[in-house]
């Protein structure tokens, strides 16, 4: 059963408008959620997280929005480049704050930015 | 300049045998993990390494082994009890966390193809 659902497998936006990718999850005891971005053979990079004491985190062109009583969390990218084009990874962490947390992925959604 | 390394980055394996999956971190961190990636799937956890010398199984470990002698190394050995080991398996690394959350950061990974 997938506790972090990326339903949209894939995305196409125009470069320069918002891209906006969703993430769902069902364990209520989630409470640290990241994105990570990943180009073929390549391992994923880190690029945005959020703690679910906070309800918006923004780094840059992206930004979190945390939804918990819906358990949904977005990442907006605000303007698109064409170097965003990846699959984006959305995870999920239970329990304690701390080091060694087991994260849960989701399916993860290529974005494609057209020039 | 620090980072995870991941060696070789392409491996072949013949039926039955077992082969070994180099990690390496310059980082000074605690605990490496170990993924499994197959195509249009989200990683999956192998084994994990909170210190030296300890190390627990993650959601698919049957047919690999981990040894952690070392804290800046965490090999991995797929052995012949694994009967689809082709896939892209990806080592990662995070600090302690101290009370505060830590993202994984991730080597660019090993893809292994059965001959």
């Known amino acids: 059963d997938q506790q972090v659902k990326q339903n949209s497998p894939s995305l196409s936006v125009q470069e320069g408008r918002i891209s906006i990718l969703n993430c769902d999850y069902t364990n209520s005891m989630f409470d640290y959620f990241l994105w990570y971005k990943k180009y073929p053979a390549e391992g994923p990079t880190f690029l945005i997280s959020?703690?679910?004491i906070k309800d918006k985190n923004e780094d840059g062109r992206f930004t979190v929005f945390l939804n918990k009583s819906a358990k949904h969390l977005s990442l907006h990218i605000v303007p698109s480049q064409p170097g965003d084009s990846a699959v984006y990874f959305c995870a999920a962490s239970p329990g304690r704050a701390g080091n060694n947390r087991k994260l849960i992925w989701g399916l993860g959604t290529s974005l494609a930015v057209n020039p | 300049d620090g980072g995870i390394t991941q060696s070789p980055k392409y491996l072949f394996r013949k039926e039955g045998q077992n082969v070994t999956l180099s990690c390496e971190q310059n980082l000074n961190h605690d605990a490496m993990y170990w993924y499994r990636q197959d195509p249009g799937q989200g990683l999956r956890l192998i084994y994990y390494?909170?210190?030296?010398?300890?190390?627990q199984k993650g959601d698919i470990a049957e047919g690999y082994s981990v040894s952690r002698e070392k804290k800046e190394s965490f090999p991995l050995t797929v052995t012949s009890a694994q009967k689809n080991p082709t896939a892209f398996y990806l080592c990662?690394?995070?600090?302690?966390?101290?009370?505060?959350?830590?993202?994984?950061?991730f080597g660019d990974g090993t893809r292994l193809s059965i001959l």
């Open positions: 990662a690394s995070n600090p302690p966390g101290q009370g505060v959350n830590q993202p994984q950061h």
């Open positions: 390494s909170q210190i030296v010398n300890d190390f």
């Open positions: 959020i703690s679910s």
